[in-house]
């Protein structure tokens, strides 16, 4: 860290360098560069964080498996533009629905009834 007195010795020197006129000009000089410098580095920093954030949010997409669409071919499902999820919801969709079968007391191999 620099301290009091290192800031005493350097302001004396400039003093020295470019004596008590031009010093001012050349400290707000000093100073717009400086802020330009914050500026750019602030600028920067809400860019590069603006680019994290655009890639967290976005779900990656990536196309579907040979497989599902080939199911989706045979059954006629249009897969072009279509995610895996799309395909697969509408293969679910298609496929027909057959009703459960009743549960029957079954019947052990020795002839008897079984407790289910």
């Not at 800031?7 to 004596?19: E, K, P, R």
């Not at 100073?31 to 967290?56: C, H, M, P, T």
């Not at 999820?85 to 079984?114: C, M, N, T």
């Amino acid at each position: 860290m620099v301290g009091f007195d290192s800031l005493l010795l350097i302001g004396i020197v400039a003093l020295l360098l470019f004596g008590p006129d031009k010093l001012p000009q050349y400290l707000r000089e000093l100073g717009k560069i400086y802020a330009e410098i914050k500026k750019a580095q602030r600028e920067f920093e809400r860019e590069l964080n603006q680019s994290q954030d655009a890639l967290v949010s976005k779900p990656v997409v990536r196309p579907p498996s040979e497989k599902v669409v080939g199911i989706a071919r045979k059954m006629g499902i249009a897969t072009e533009n279509k995610t895996e999820d799309q395909l697969l919801s509408e293969i679910a969709a298609a496929v027909p629905r057959q009703p459960a079968a009743p549960l029957e007391d079954s019947v052990s191999p020795q002839g008897g009834k079984k407790d289910i």
